[in-house]
Every structure is written in structure tokens, then in C-alpha cells.
């Protein structure tokens, strides 16, 4: 049995873009989670991460040994100075590698649901198509740095809204679910019940061995093993 990972988050390796962009630097997207927080944890190389929040613009270094996480609202892009490599780990389940993502596209592609799809979605040579999607949000990303985030929150939920309810029951069967279980077994503890220690279990997961085109870089998602027992009905919606 693949028992889920702990605190029902999501991990992957990701080798950030040593692609150079107009500004220069190499590295990946820029881009928005909604209802997510994300940690990397240096691995190898050196680099930074450049964030926008309403509190204003940031760059924070990344060497081997680091652990930098951000929460829900926070632009990120990633900056590669010479073979950064990252352990990703990911609030929900996963949720930011399934739709909670809006990528930092210029206002006018943002307004348009269509126009957004297709700048989006990677088709034909997609390294080519996952450098000109980088290109096009590092636009809107410099133009955001000089204001404009409240409207690009605004336009970040109008995109996502209608996946609302599929994230709804990723959060409630992974990281719930999870929770209430820990619950469930602090109070089997209290009375002496110690039948879910009969449970215990080893799990492993292979490392990916065909990378993605990520937003960030050469992305091995691991997959979300999902086994976690229903919250209580009245959770459910």
C-alpha cells in the first residue's frame, strides 16, 4: 500500500531554466498561486528567487542547504546563476501543479480567458513554447514591479474561479483528511487505543524519470498518492 505523503503535500525535483531573458538573468515563469504555500530547499547551485507582494519587491539568495517558502499571493520567478537545482515541496496535495498557478501575462491576455489558455498551454516544441510563456509573464512581471497588483489579483481569481470546487475536494481528501487522521489517533492515544501502531507502513516513490516542462524548469512532479479515509459528511459540499 502507498500510504500518502506527509501532511498531504506534494514534492518535486526541479532543475530551474538556464535560459537568458530579456533582462539578462536566466530562469523561469514568473507567476501567483491562489491558495497555496511553496518551500524550495536548495539542493545544488546557487540563484534567488525575485517576489511581489503588496508589501513590495524582494530578492532573496538561494544556496545548497537553503529552505525559502512563501504563501498564497506572493509572485515568484526563479533566478538560475549556475545549475540551481531544488527540492520543491507543495501546499494541498499538489494543488499548485493542478491549476493554482496564474502566470504573470500582461494585462490585455489576462482580460482575455482565450488569449490566456493559449499562452498557457504548451503545444509543438515545447521548450521553445515554455521559453516564449517565461518570456511573455517576465513582461507582465516588470510591468507589475511598477504597480497593478490589486488588478492582477482580480483577473488571477475571474481565470481560476470556476476550478474553486475541484480544489475544494483536493485540500478536503489530502491535507484534511490528513489532519483529522493525526486527530483521530490523538484521541484513540488518550483512551489507551494504540490498534492504528498494527497500521504502521513503509512507502517509497521512484524518482520521475521523464521531466516536465515546468513552469520554473525541468520538473519531475512525484505523483499524490491519495488513501487518506473522508472527513466527516458535514465538510463535505
Not at 521523464?210 to 491519495?226: A, I, N, Q, S
Request: glycine share 12%.
Amino acid at each position: 500500500m502507498v500510504t500518502p505523503l506527509p501532511g498531504g503535500v506534494g514534492v518535486s525535483g526541479l532543475t530551474v531554466y538556464d535560459w537568458e531573458a530579456a533582462d539578462g538573468l536566466c530562469g523561469g515563469t514568473p507567476h501567483m498561486h491562489l491558495a497555496c504555500s511553496e518551500a524550495y530547499i536548495v539542493i545544488e547551485g546557487t540563484g534567488s528567487v525575485q517576489t511581489l507582494t503588496t508589501s513590495g519587491y524582494a530578492d532573496t539568495p538561494l544556496r545548497p542547504g537553503d529552505v525559502v517558502w512563501f504563501t498564497p499571493g506572493t509572485i515568484h520567478r526563479l533566478v538560475n546563476s549556475g545549475g540551481l537545482r531544488l527540492v520543491v515541496l507543495m501546499q494541498n496535495s499538489g494543488l499548485p501543479e493542478a491549476g493554482d498557478a496564474v502566470f504573470t501575462f500582461p494585462a490585455p491576455v489576462l482580460a482575455d480567458p482565450d488569449a490566456y489558455r493559449a499562452a498557457a498551454v504548451l503545444t509543438g516544441d515545447h521548450a521553445a513554447a515554455a521559453r516564449r510563456r517565461r518570456d511573455l509573464a517576465l513582461e507582465g512581471f516588470l510591468s507589475l514591479r511598477e504597480g497593478g497588483l490589486q488588478e492582477f489579483h482580480t483577473a488571477a481569481h475571474r481565470l481560476k474561479r470556476e476550478l474553486l470546487d475541484a480544489w475544494w475536494v483536493r485540500w478536503r481528501d489530502g491535507p484534511l483528511a490528513a489532519a483529522l487522521a493525526t486527530g483521530g489517533q490523538l484521541a484513540a492515544l488518550r483512551t489507551g487505543d494504540l490498534s492504528h501502531l498494527d497500521d504502521g507502513a513503509v512507502a517509497r516513490l521512484e524518482r520521475p524519470v521523464d521531466p516536465r516542462f515546468g513552469m520554473c524548469g525541468h520538473l519531475h512532479p512525484y505523483p499524490v498518492p491519495t488513501s487518506h479515509p473522508h472527513p466527516p459528511k458535514e465538510l463535505d459540499r
